[in-house]
């Protein structure tokens, strides 16, 4: 009774206390309107001023880009509004540069739901700091003699739709007063006329330009913005809106002249059907005569300039289907060379070859090269032999300078290729360093960031520590290695010689390459090859023929147009047979098309068909009509293409881009978060539209973003170093015995850190070096990580591909709502049935195990020995404790063990500990059926619930933790675990704030 009325007046305490604390979520009671105004920096050309967004997020809506627009008075604006019901609202600026959307950014600025709001900025020099004032605005004063409160309000607008074309078929207006529904308009020759009325003063209409089918209202915008009308004149507005231009322009002056449509033309069926040319191109040697080959339909004249003969022009001769050609005889090897192209418009213009292969630094002028004949020592050309499939991949993504370039790593080849050639390195502190390290995880394959010939490094700059970084995202020359990692970058053999030393180096220890491919969108169209052969034709553009910008660097290409799937092909085709290079990873895959990639995928099989393809399989880019993205809802169609799953990323650690936010492994996640771990433990079956387990890239980390360390270090404010740790090994964990292709992130084994720099595409070396040190600081989590690779190696059951075996073979065990720790069984006919159980809480889980006796195979970091099935193995059966924030994997054993030879391996046996808490898991499997009401979750049927099976009170439990202590490293060893009574105290206080609201929403900044 004493028991009782103990509990009953702390649960009064707790509830009167939560009552107390909580925090009411204000939620918007009417439609926010905010207009804003930025001033720029004065130094900040008018030419970049398109590089300016802001970034608005609210509640219950991922972060947002909304487009800035030059205002009359030379300010950047914009107006939006944020719906009814949002909370936890706010914006930033932020100004794009080299290709990066936040390189320049105002603070956070918060936004009072509910209200008429006008922000002004004014930016400055340092980010995060720019000058933010809010106001509310105030609704217009009456009129001399006008009722100053009527009962209700009109207005008459009037819209001008100025379509270059032409064509208005389908084209209307759908507009809208805040807190009314919208309503569509007709368009009579390209205007309309029409009135509205509100209760409320007319400050703003909403107006969306649309082409309308009988199929979809909403076939077509005129662009992806909501645009408002806000200046009114005597209850009159009167507008202009051009064809793919988001502004609202309010006289008939402003409107811009008619651009230059060529780009429709260039895009046509009829163009391609013309000019598609299907044979070789670039400088094709041979040491008797060389061809220059060049496709350049549009050009009037072409000329080859020979600059290794003081820049002689030589003529070159139109071919057919728009090629020109120059045959120079004689040897052409090392010559430097650029095409004078004159357009019909008198326009002249001298560009490198697109299909150049080699080029001088800084990728100013192409260079003639037998790629074939520079070779470094012991170069054969030979492939590696084939690989069993993605699904058995460990990929781990490096940087050829993050792994070379710090001072103490003892490698001699700092920043370059053939760093990753030396063997036998170590750092001063004398732990191994570069190739011998990265060998000696257990990895499969290493999959280099940019290695193409990017923008942003100045080749012949100091190269040296701390001064010049870029991960290489800007691409110029796709078909030549990058010259910053050369041992000599003026010389153009020196960088091909170099790439091809480190790629034969990977192979000789044992492990493919993978190479980052950026085909998406080049540096600068202006400087690019593509756009300076044939402009217009490589990218993807606007009605009114300005570039599209589905990447957010500017441009996107256009991967349908013949040509340019030509183009992609050819240069992934010259890679893997000239470089012997195993695998791609399309950056921003989701830009380019499923014919495309499905073509990439056939060309590559016929040279070999375990060559590995993965990429961002994001929903993005501006695919014409009937195109199909290659995104991952679109995996089905693309066999044999792998696709990150965000999924994955997102679940195990929380919004990955910001500190704040929890996921899986820090205690987050919904009531139903056990069933989405478990899917995606699956190979992501009922969470993305995969064909199959091996298209999901389950992955908790890669170069951008925050590693999980920093994720966890921001999430977890007051967690202890130990606890970090703990938690970061058990995402990893999860990580490994999940179906799928396996990425890690160079340094994820080490916990790598970049100090809370998500996007360190330029800081500098002292931020993205790779320390090996820290791998020794680190010790556990590293020798863990090298287990988990040999786990995985030796057990084929995590390595399944038909979704409906691993159906059949992983069965849920005890999987509940509201309860994050699950189990589950593994049982195929020609294996040995395993059980699982994985507990993410901060307790240890009391379960009994299944009846029978059952070998321990795998536990949580530093919990107990990692011990293999063995005769020797000590075996488990009954009730078991399962670790903290841990998974644990029991092998069943066979009832009567054969007789043996006697083994002289001898494996430690597993410690246990007596303990008398008494929690158990069932017994009894749960059979599973698709939730529909509940995406990508699965759960029990109702009928199958498993029931739960106490142990009996008092009973002693093995354990499989051992109480453990833990020291990562060479520190010291503290206990992990809190009492029962801590853990229940703290659970039970959490989840009565939690009730009371105290918990905000975590709402999306970025993507």
Not at 88 to 102: C, H, I, K, S, T
Not at 345 to 351: F, M, N, P, R
Not at 595 to 613: A, F, G, Q
Not at 952 to 973: A, D, I, K, L
Request: hydrophobic share 35%.
């Amino acid at each position: 009774m004493r028991v009782k009325s103990f509990w009953a007046g702390l649960l009064s305490l707790v509830l009167l206390f939560a009552g107390l604390v909580a925090l009411p979520v204000q939620a918007n009671a009417t439609e926010t309107s905010v207009d804003v105004k930025v001033k720029p920096l004065a130094s900040v050309s008018e030419s970049d001023y398109g590089n300016y967004s802001v970034w608005l997020w609210y509640s219950g809506e991922d972060g947002k880009s909304v487009p800035l627009h030059v205002g009359a008075g030379g300010e950047l604006q914009a107006a939006f509004s944020i719906p009814e019901g949002a909370t936890n609202a706010g914006m930033l600026v932020r100004r794009a540069q080299d290709g990066n959307e936040w390189a320049h950014q105002s603070q956070d600025v918060p936004l009072e739901v509910g209200k008429n709001l006008q922000v002004s900025v004014v930016e400055t020099e340092q980010s995060k700091n720019w000058q933010v004032d809010v106001t509310e605005q105030a609704a217009p004063s009456p009129e001399p003699g006008e009722n100053p409160d009527p009962s209700s309000y009109t207005a008459e607008l009037t819209v001008h739709y100025v379509r270059y074309t032409g064509n208005y078929d389908g084209w209307n207006i759908w507009t809208w007063l805040p807190n009314q529904d919208g309503q569509s308009v007709a368009l009579t020759d390209g205007t309309a006329t029409w009135s509205v009325e509100s209760d409320q003063p007319i400050t703003r209409v909403g107006v969306i330009l649309r082409r309308s089918t009988p199929d979809n209202e909403w076939a077509e915008k005129n662009t992806s913005d909501d645009l408002f009308i806000t200046e009114f004149k005597d209850g009159k507005a009167e507008v202009w809106i051009a064809q793919g231009d988001p502004n609202v322009y309010y006289s008939q002056d402003a409107v811009p002249a008619t651009p230059d449509l060529s780009c429709h033309e260039l895009h046509s069926k009829e163009f391609n059907d013309k000019y598609f040319y299907d044979g070789e191109l670039g400088a094709l040697y041979t040491p008797d005569s060389t061809t220059f080959r060049l496709w350049a339909p549009t050009a009037a004249s072409v000329g080859l300039v020979n600059y290794s003969n003081s820049g002689e022009v030589l003529p070159m001769t139109k071919g057919e289907r728009g090629t020109w050609e120059y045959i120079f005889e004689g040897d052409a090897n090392m010559m430097e060379y650029r095409y004078r192209i004159e357009f019909e418009d008198g326009k002249v213009d001298e560009s490198p070859d697109p299909y150049a292969r080699s080029s001088t630094a800084n990728s100013t002028r192409s260079v003639v090269i037998d790629v074939a004949n520079v070779n470094p020592q012991g170069w054969n050309g030979a492939r590696m032999k084939p690989f069993s499939g993605i699904e058995d991949a460990t990929i781990y993504e490096a940087h050829v300078r993050d792994m070379t370039i710090a001072p103490n790593n003892g490698i001699s080849n700092k920043g370059k290729f053939l760093g990753l050639t030396e063997t036998g390195t170590k750092t001063e502190k004398g732990n191994v360093s570069g190739l011998d390290y990265i060998k000696s995880l257990g990895i499969t394959h290493v999959q280099f960031l940019p290695m193409y010939d990017f923008y942003t490094v100045d080749e012949t700059g100091d190269l040296g520590y701390d001064k010049q970084y870029n991960w290489g995202y800007d691409p110029v020359n796709y078909n030549v290695p990058e010259g910053s990692y050369a041992s000599d970058p003026t010389d153009p053999a020196s960088r091909v010689r170099d790439m091809k030393a480190m790629i034969d180096a990977v192979h000789d220890a044992g492990m493919y390459v993978v190479m980052d491919v950026v085909y998406n969108h080049v540096y600068d169209t202006q400087l690019s090859p593509l756009q300076r052969t044939v402009p217009g034709y490589y990218f993807r553009h606007t009605d009114g023929c300005a570039l599209q910008n589905g990447t957010g660097v500017g441009n996107e290409t256009a991967s349908e147009q013949p040509m340019m799937r030509k183009y992609m092909i050819d240069s992934l085709k010259f890679w893997a047979q000239e470089y012997s290079i195993d695998g791609f990873r399309f950056d921003l895959m989701g830009i380019h098309d499923v014919e495309t990639m499905n073509e990439i995928r056939s060309e590559l099989n016929k040279i070999d068909e375990s060559i590995v393809m993965l990429g961002e399989g994001w929903n993005m880019g501006n695919h014409p009509e009937g195109v199909k993205g290659a995104n991952q809802d679109n995996a089905t169609l693309m066999p044999g293409i792998s696709f990150f799953n965000d999924k994955f990323r997102d679940t195990m650690k929380g919004t990955h881009n910001t500190q704040a936010g929890t996921g899986y492994v820090s205690g987050g996640g919904a009531d139903n978060v056990a069933w989405d771990v478990f899917n995606l433990i699956k190979g992501a079956n009922h969470v993305r539209n995969y064909a199959d387990a091996s298209q999901s890239v389950n992955y908790n980390e890669a170069h951008d973003n925050l590693t999980m360390y920093d994720k966890l270090r921001g999430s977890l404010p007051g967690a202890s170093e130990e606890d970090i740790v703990r938690r970061h090994a058990f995402a990893t964990q999860v990580q490994f015995l999940s179906n799928g292709a396996n990425f890690v992130h160079a340094g994820q084994e080490a916990l790598r850190t970049k100090g809370g720099d998500e996007n360190s595409y330029k800081s500098p070396d002292s931020v993205n070096a790779f320390d090996y040190d820290r791998a020794a600081d680190f010790e556990d989590s590293v020798a863990y990580f090298r287990e988990l690779a040999n786990f995985r190696a030796e057990n084929s059951w995590v390595r399944l591909v038909d979704y409906s075996k691993i159906e059949q073979a992983y069965k849920g065990v005890s999987i509940t709502d509201g309860d994050k720790r699950f189990s589950y069984k593994v049982t195929l006919a020609d294996q040995p049935e395993r059980i699982v159980f994985v507990n993410p809480t901060d307790a240890d889980w009391n379960v009994t195990l299944p009846d029978g006796n059952w070998k321990l195979l795998l536990s949580g970091l530093n919990d107990a020995p990692m011990a293999r099935m063995s005769d020797g193995d000590t075996s488990f059966s009954g009730d078991v404790a399962i670790g903290h924030v841990s998974a644990v994997v029991f092998e069943k054993a066979p009832d009567k063990p054969a007789e043996t030879e006697p083994s002289t391996e001898t494996e430690p046996s597993t410690e246990t500990e007596p303990s008398t808490e008494t929690e158990a898991t069932t017994e009894t499997e749960a059979t599973t059926e698709t939730d529909p009401t509940t995406t990508g979750t699965e759960v029990p049927a109702d009928d199958d619930k498993p029931t739960v099976t106490q142990s009996p009170s008092g009973s002693q439990v093995p354990s499989v933790t051992s109480q453990p202590t833990y020291s990562h490293g060479r520190g010291e060893s503290k206990p992990l675990a809190k009492t029962g009574a801590e853990a229940g105290l703290l659970a039970f206080f959490a989840l009565a704030l939690a009730g009371a609201g105290v918990l905000a929403m975590q709402t999306s900044r970025r993507h």
